[in-house]
Every structure is written in C-alpha cells, then in structure tokens.
C-alpha cells in the first residue's frame, strides 16, 4: 500500500510549478492527507517536508468521533512534520454517522487550528447538522 508520493517521483516538481502558477493569480493551495499517506513515504519520510510545508493548508482525513484520535494525529502533524496549526483543517464528518453534539465539539475545538472541511454536505441531514453546528458556534 505504497502512497506514491516519493521524492524520486515527479509530484514534487509537479507541485512546485502547480504553486508557481497558482500563488501569482491568488490562488490558495490546499489538500487532503492522512497521516498514513505521509508515513507510507517510508525512507522519503523526511524529505517530503518541502513540499508538505508548502501548502497553504491540509485538509487532514481524520473523520473520527473521537477526540482522542485527533489530539493525535494533530500532535504528529504539529511535532512529526512540523505544520502549523493554521494550515490543518480538521476533516469532519457530517453524514449524519456524526451526532450533533460530537460535531460542534470538534467544530469548536478546530477554531485553535485551521477549521473545518465538511465532507459531503449534500444529503438533507448532513446540511441540517452543518447549519445547526454553524448557529450554535
């Protein structure tokens, strides 16, 4: 279950000229990442920092109730890979797997970190708890 994401291959270069044309026009550089993709580096571990810390923000895929899980995988974000907390938005859950209570809960506490990215706000339920979740905030 490799990632791809070696330095030997071209994703690196790709991202460099991808920011080199977007950042000029104003354009935020983001995307999603688990901490297993990064760890699946393997040796590359280390060198991926460039390019990881290049991003204007990571949309971490963590979508868990748990808080204990966040606490950390933020930490090894923050520790291991050296990100600031300003650039990992916290991936929620709000297809309804994820009762209101626990949502607001880690809606309020991403406000310390970049925020939130919603996954799947289109069936009714998911969009009633992100709207109740943002009245509530």
């Known amino acids: 279950r490799g990632s791809g994401l070696k330095v030997s291959t071209n994703f690196p270069m ?5 920011i080199a044309k977007l950042r ?4 935020v550089v983001s995307t999603a990442l688990a901490q ?7 040796d590359d571990a280390t ?18 109730k748990n808080m ?7 930490t ?3 520790t291991q890979r050296h990100i600031d907390k300003g650039k990992l938005t916290w991936g929620v859950d709000y297809t309804g797997g994820t009762g209101a209570d626990a949502v607001k809960a880690l809606t309020t506490a991403s406000k310390a970190y970049g925020g ?10 998911a969009l ?10």
């Open 14 to 18: 790709f991202l460099s000229k991808l």
């Open 24 to 27: 000029p026009q104003g354009r």
């Open 36 to 42: 297993y993709i990064i760890e699946d580096t393997g």
């Open 47 to 64: 060198k991926t920092q460039a390019w990881l810390s290049s991003y204007d923000f990571i949309n971490l895929m963590i979508y868990n």
């Open 68 to 74: 204990d899980t966040y606490t950390k995988e933020l």
């Open 76 to 78: 090894w974000w923050t």
């Open 116 to 125: 939130v990215m919603a996954w799947e706000l289109s069936s009714k339920g």
């Open 128 to 137: 009633a708890l992100w709207k109740d979740t943002q009245d509530s905030l």
